[in-house]
């Protein structure tokens, strides 16, 4: 089989690993490829994650969290000898593989373009928000032209990541859309 046609057949793939430790198998994984002879047949290792900003102590902090926590997307086109070394590695459990056969099942191509547009979606909008504010909570504003007032939310809009608050302006209730990141809360 020449080298052309198994570079066709790389194929994504799930491997299962110890809740936690996927960052330190994914690196152990590009080590081992990096001294294989055939390690062109693993082209990519992908740790599902999504980045939100988190308000912590009073202050926006970026936190990684995993999607699929204890899995890790793997291209490769897998032979027996890749098999091996890569389940050898430690903290890794093995492969999504038949029941029967013990033989790696690889993703639907369909299954495959989802899981990774949603990796690919996530890193094209960058940090979310994660920050649950609710209806009837008092928050301060911190940008913007309305710094320093403070108001109750009246609305929650989480797909825009907006918030409606109604602050008192001259001793008149005005509502402001902002954004998350513009409000903190009062505690």
Same mark, same amino acid.
């Given at each position: 089989?020449?080298?052309?046609?198994?570079?066709?057949?790389?194929?994504?793939?799930?491997?299962?690993?110890?809740?936690?430790?996927?960052?330190?198998?994914?690196?152990?994984?590009?080590?081992?490829?990096?001294?294989?002879?055939?390690?062109?047949?693993?082209?990519?290792?992908?740790?599902?994650?999504?980045?939100?900003?988190?308000?912590?102590?009073?202050?926006?902090?970026?936190?990684?969290?995993?999607?699929?926590?204890?899995?890790?997307?793997?291209?490769?086109?897998?032979?027996?000898?890749?098999?091996?070394?890569?389940?050898?590695?430690?903290?890794?459990?093995?492969?999504?593989?038949?029941?029967?056969?013990?033989?790696?099942?690889?993703?639907?191509?369909? /299954?495959? =373009? #989802?899981? %990774?547009? !949603?990796?690919?979606? @996530?890193?094209?909008?960058?940090?979310?928000?994660?920050?649950? $504010? *609710?209806?009837?909570?008092?928050?301060?504003?911190?940008?913007?032209?309305?710094?320093?007032?403070?108001?109750?939310?009246?609305?929650?809009? /989480?797909? =825009? #990541?907006? %918030?409606? !608050?109604?602050?008192? @302006?001259?001793?008149?209730?005005?509502?402001?859309?902002?954004? $998350? *990141?513009?409000?903190?809360?009062?505690?």
């Amino acid at each position: 089989m020449s080298s052309d046609k198994k570079q066709l057949e790389k194929k994504w793939f799930v491997l299962r690993a110890i809740s936690g430790k996927e960052k330190k198998v994914k690196e152990y994984i590009e080590h081992e490829i990096a001294h294989m002879k055939d390690g062109d047949q693993v082209a990519q290792v992908v740790i599902p994650v999504e980045k939100k900003l988190q308000v912590r102590n009073g202050k926006k902090v970026v936190v990684e969290s995993n999607l699929m926590p204890g899995y890790i997307l793997i291209e490769a086109a897998l032979n027996p000898d890749i098999i091996t070394i890569i389940t050898s590695i430690p903290n890794v459990i093995d492969f999504l593989s038949d029941k029967k056969t013990g033989v790696p099942i690889p993703l639907r191509e369909h /299954e495959a =373009k #989802k899981m %990774l547009g !949603v990796v690919d979606e @996530i890193a094209e909008t960058g940090s979310s928000v994660a920050v649950p $504010y *609710m209806v009837g909570e008092t928050v301060k504003v911190t940008d913007g032209p309305f710094n320093e007032f403070t108001g109750v939310i009246e609305e929650v809009m /989480e797909e =825009k #990541k907006k %918030l409606r !608050v109604m602050v008192k @302006i001259f001793g008149r209730k005005t509502p402001l859309d902002l954004n $998350y *990141m513009q409000v903190e809360r009062i505690s």
